[in-house]
């Protein structure tokens, strides 16, 4: 059975002057799933979710929220403080108050949705487990780690139990180490139940954590569904990336284009996108100076057929 219909926006639009920033798009988001967002600068990301939040208000279209228990949908903006609520928001910057410490932070967050004393004693220490700072609830943001900041946010967003998650970039500028733990956390939260809107510029991340993706571009829908069903609806099954003395002059043998379906160039590699590599490996084996790399296509593939290889300036 599938899970019931939690969030959905129809037909948003929003324009700044002459320029369209989002133009006519529509998703839904179940109850437990994670729908991932990605999609150049400037594609549109950033001001969906603050349409979704009620920060920014629509030209056309609607944001509902379904609750859980039934009833009738609320409207964004119309019902804004019923639906945020129900919603846990991380942003990309951090907005903790370096003057409160981890624990009070938690606190004064949750006095905003009204939680009693006796409830925030035993939620925030809960919080703090999850996110891995319980040693740390005495300590102000300032003496934490960047991931520490990043996991001390996202226990602020769960402290008014949110039946729906926004995360807005959330692990832009972890290390490895910081990343792994919030997928895991992230992870944990999906099988409790809770449902997440995730934008990325990660394509490890958006393929580990989101169970569909939108593929936004010039704020346009360009792309929707399972990351492994694009990635096959899309691109050739492997990938040859060569590199080193001479690679780039790879694009403009006519006899190795035979081998590859498509060939594309970006900085100083070459991009074999084949059905079979094993006729183009050998080829290659006989370069001198020439290192390859032989993968499966992935999301990161996908994204650049899907939106080019040309740098895109924020905006």
Known sequence: MPAPLLFEARDLRKRYGATTVVDGLSFSIAAGEC?????????????????????TTPDAGQVHYHPPQGGAPLEMPRDALAIKARLGVVSQFDTLDPDFTCA???????????????????????LLEFAALGHKAQARPGELSGGMRR??????????????LLLDEPTTGLDPQARHLMWERLQQLLQQGCAILLTTHFMDEAERLCARLLVLDHGRKIAEGRPRELIAEHLEPEVVEAYGNGALALAQDAALR???????????????????????????????????????????????????RQIREDG
């Open 35 to 55: 729908l991932g967002v990605i999609g150049p600068n400037g594609a549109g990301k950033t001001t969906t979710v603050r349409m979704c939040l009620g920060q």
């Open 104 to 126: 009070e932070n938690l606190e004064v967050f949750g006095r905003y949705f009204g939680l009693k004393p006796a409830a925030m004693r035993t939620r925030i220490p809960r």
């Open 151 to 164: 996991r001390l946010s996202l226990a602020r967003a769960l402290v008014n139990d949110p039946h729906l």
């Open 258 to 308: 035979t081998l590859a379906q498509r060939v594309e160039v970006s900085g100083e590699t070459v991009f074999f996108y084949t059905q079979d590599a094993r006729p183009l490996l050998q080829a290659l084996a006989a370069r001198a100076h020439l290192r390859t790399l032989h993968r499966p296509a992935n999301l990161e593939d996908l994204f650049l057929k899907l939106t080019g």
